[in-house]
């Protein structure tokens, strides 16, 4: 008997979103990527497509490229933003943690041994199946920028967006270029794709009923939007009010940090080394070690906080403060992503937005096409056996249509096989 994942796979269309009772499906496909999701952010990008467009069929390629160009704008970790979102919509908010939670806490825990001494992650990071893992980091990332492109990019006009907006990037790195590009791929393309050069009113594709906001109302956003501002000064001042109290400095710190965090999660990292290095709470060389660990793990670069939770109190409370970091830092990221998905479905239904959308998606390649030279390809690809390694990977994932996590165990041997070599 077919399970309900396998049977939405096999559909010609999205299966339709807001389906209470599905969270325990959402739980077991987010964990499976929660423990086999290497490479970063970016990668997570093509993991989840992979596993949610292709496979599933949960949403529609445009679908989840309006995602991820409303996650590049949000602040926040964008992969975290995608997959509750996605989670959201397919089992409400149920889903939504559930989603967050598969994701985020098998690494989260793994930092969590880390800063208790377990020092195998760190071990683990100079040795082969690292080097395996990173490429096929490299191979997710290049198959999804090439099956984006043939979906988002099937015009000069908007091959044109991608192009520009990758060189942008690449020529002028953060968070700031990132955005510009979006932005102008969005006006240009309301400017030129709706005077009938690129996208037309039949070529608006269908979500096959699937809701990006899931069961959220307009209400429930305000309030979310009021939460995630208020928040943001009434924590400083709480902090500030009560002088003496660490653990408030370090909720107000994290909550300031995953509020600012534009770009990606590396971004977060001078944030929290102002929030727990500069008063001296961790040592410099121990806030490394974890940012070391964080890289060998899957899942998301945020469940770094949890393992300066561990730290900043030591001992049976280290775990409850390790989820109140972890939580501090998640926190406005959710509340920004729950105030914006109600008004984003309704402004992606109009066609001047599509218009929009289609020059924006565009961009959306270019900025994978941009982040697959650096940091994937840079921080992946360093000889001519890793680039061999990343070939393999991409024809067993684009040639023989395997699942990423079974390419991603195959890279991690062959790493470790390249490594006992000599390669």
Not at 11 to 25: A, D, M
Not at 342 to 350: M, V
Request: hydrophobic content about 55%.
């Amino acid at each position: 008997m077919s399970s309900p994942v396998e049977t939405a796979a096999e559909t010609n269309e999205p299966s339709s979103g807001g389906r209470e009772g599905n969270w325990r499906e959402v739980l077991r496909a987010f964990l499976i990527l929660g423990v086999t999701s290497f490479g970063g952010p970016v990668a997570h990008i093509g993991y989840f497509r992979e596993a949610f467009v292709v496979r599933r069929r949960w949403l529609s390629e445009r679908a989840y490229a309006d995602l991820v160009a409303l996650c590049q704008f949000l602040p926040g970790p964008a992969s975290s933003q995608i997959g509750v979102a996605i989670g959201l919509a397919r089992a409400g908010m149920k889903g939504a943690f559930a989603a967050w939670a598969a994701f985020t806490l098998p690494s989260a825990l793994l930092m969590v041994l880390f800063a208790y001494g377990t020092g195998w992650i760190g071990a683990a990071a100079g040795t082969g199946w690292l080097r395996g893992v990173k490429g096929v980091a490299v191979a997710v990332v290049a198959q999804a920028v090439l099956t984006m492109a043939r979906s988002l990019c099937p015009d000069r006009t908007r091959a044109a967006f991608a192009i520009a907006a990758a060189a942008l990037t690449l020529l002028l790195p953060g968070w700031g270029a990132q955005i510009g590009a979006i932005a102008a791929a969005g006006v240009l393309g309301l400017v030129l794709l709706l005077q009938g050069k690129g996208i037309g009113a039949g070529e608006v594709e269908s979500d096959g009923g699937f809701q990006l906001a899931g069961s959220l109302r307009a209400r429930q956003a305000a309030g979310a939007l009021i939460a995630f501002f208020g928040l943001l000064a009434l924590l400083p001042a709480l902090a500030a009010a009560a002088s003496g109290s660490q653990t408030l400095s370090v909720l107000a710190g994290f909550y300031r940090a995953g509020a600012l965090v534009f770009g990606g999660g590396h971004v977060v990292l001078p944030l929290l080394d102002a929030v727990v290095v500069a008063p001296g709470w961790i040592s410099s060389d121990a806030f490394l070690a974890g940012y070391g660990a964080a890289q060998a793990v899957p899942g998301p670069l945020f469940s770094f906080a949890a393992y300066l939770g561990a730290l900043l109190a030591p001992g049976a409370w280290g775990l409850a403060a390790a989820a109140l970091c972890l939580g501090a830092l998640y926190l406005p990221a959710l509340l920004v992503l729950f105030g914006t998905l109600p008004f984003w479905q309704r402004l992606r239904q109009r066609r001047q937005a599509q218009a929009a959308l289609a020059g924006i998606n565009a961009a959306v390649v270019g900025l994978l096409l941009a982040a697959l030279y650096d940091p994937v390809w840079v921080a992946g690809v360093h000889n001519r056996a890793d680039a061999a390694l990343v070939f393999a990977c991409f024809l067993l994932l684009e040639g023989w249509r395997l699942p990423s996590w079974a390419v991603v165990g195959l890279g991690a041997l062959a790493g470790t096989g390249l490594a006992m070599a000599g390669f």
